[in-house]
């Protein structure tokens, strides 16, 4: 495991999760996630999956408005064509 696994866990994302669920509240359940080589975070969620990039994580409860907007349209639900 890499640091960056050990540094933001469920806890983090499900924070992150918790912020950008005020614009999108069909954001499902946190589940489990991935490191990608890059360092971002593939959030699985009950209904879909979200990617958080590593700043986002850190910034955590200081995310402003604009930026959680921007995070919850990366939102794909899986009964979304693709």
């Known amino acids: 495991m890499n640091m960056k696994q050990e540094l ?3 806890v983090a994302i499900e924070k992150v999760l918790d912020k950008i669920r005020s614009p999108r509240n069909n954001i499902g359940t946190y589940v489990q996630h991935t490191v990608t080589e890059d360092g971002d975070h593939l959030v699985d969620v009950t209904n879909g999956r979200i990617r958080l ?3 986002e994580l850190m910034d955590g409860d ?3 408005p604009h930026r959680i907007q921007e995070i919850a349209e990366r939102f794909r ?3 979304m064509s693709l």
Do not use: I
């Open 8 to 10: 933001f866990d469920g």
């Open 53 to 55: 990039y590593t700043v």
């Open 77 to 79: 639900s899986r009964n």
């Open 62 to 64: 200081n995310l402003m």
